[in-house]
């Protein structure tokens, strides 16, 4: 079983930066894809960014150039340094790790984080 836990969210103005982190635990991180997630109001959950175990990453093209991933496997933490945020950056924002120690695909959710970008 893996935990995870997101936080670094809050309140910032339009043009402002946060960081966001996800611990998790378990001793297979390292091989894990980890993803973060967001959702706004009445709207679908979207992928924002993931990182894969050899460090690859993906970002949604509505973020590219201004949101960076990262991970350091020694502390079980992936990053997501958010920057020149805007207002449509606004949304509950999800840890999700895809394990597949086991051979087959698990996938675990953090509970989310809060980010609100004022105008």
């Known amino acids: 079983q893996v935990q995870l836990v997101e936080s670094g969210g809050g309140l910032v103005q339009a043009g402002g930066s946060l960081r966001l982190s996800c611990a998790a635990s378990?001793?297979?991180?390292?091989?894990?894809?980890i993803g973060w997630y967001r959702q706004a109001p009445e709207k679908q959950r979207e992928l924002v960014a993931y990182i894969s175990s050899g460090g690859s990453t993906n970002y949604a093209d509505s973020v590219k150039g201004r949101f960076t991933i990262s991970r350091d496997n020694a502390k079980n933490t992936v990053y997501l340094r958010m920057s020149d945020l805007k207002p449509d950056d606004t949304a509950v924002y999800y840890c999700?790790?895809?394990?597949?120690?086991?051979?087959?695909?698990?996938?675990?959710w953090g509970q989310g984080t809060q980010v609100t970008v004022s105008s």
């Open positions: 999700n790790a895809e394990d597949t120690s086991r051979g087959y695909y698990t996938y675990y």
């Open positions: 378990g001793s297979t991180f390292s091989i894990m894809r």
